[in-house]
């Protein structure tokens, strides 16, 4: 009983940790998928104009000019220092306010990138662990548990996602960039706003949900059939 009792709150948090890593999988992917901001950017326009017109760049330059900026966020020593010929002019694509919130967004992902390491290595031994120890029922048990409250969470946040993203956008940024408003850039003048407008980012955010809870519900089916083949076996 006494085992039972350890293994319980231990598998929770086995499961809740499977299920931050999950959301960090999905968000590191779609944020940095080349093909998925191509996509994004042939279709969006801002004041009526295709991104590239209203920055005044080529089609080719805006694909170099997104490649670099998403280099950037995975190297801990790059520089966003970058001339584009921008309107017919050869200027710095950036400017000070857009580097220095780039330093922001970078960090954060550095420390999501740190995260799914540690996480990814925990989940590779507890694996090991469960298939030594046959113990899939009641991981399932508190997997399904724990995933039962993260739907609850996670809807209400999609709920508010889908009524008033731009609320939840704002939100978002208060909590990760607690301190700052470097955020609050400009359409207008700020290039780095014009490669990823709101609109970009309310789809971005979507199809990181969607493909979020499709990795929850395969990781809940395949528990479902381990343990339905494990008790088949006993």
Sequence with gaps: MQKTNYKKPLYSLISLILIVFSLLIAVHFWSFNKSFYRSEHSKLKLYGKSI????????EDLDYLTSFTLDYLNDPNASLDLKLNIKGEMREVYNQTEKMHMIDVR??????????IVFGIIILVFIVYLYLNKDYELFFKQYRSVLKYSFIFFGILIIWIIIDFDSFWTMFHHIFFAGNDLWLLDLNKDVLIMIVPPEFFFHLVSIIVVTFIIILVLIYLLLYFICRKSTIND
């Design 52 to 59: 590239s017109e209203h920055i005044g760049i080529s089609e």
């Design 107 to 116: 960090n954060l992902n550095l420390l999501a990138n740190h995260l799914i």
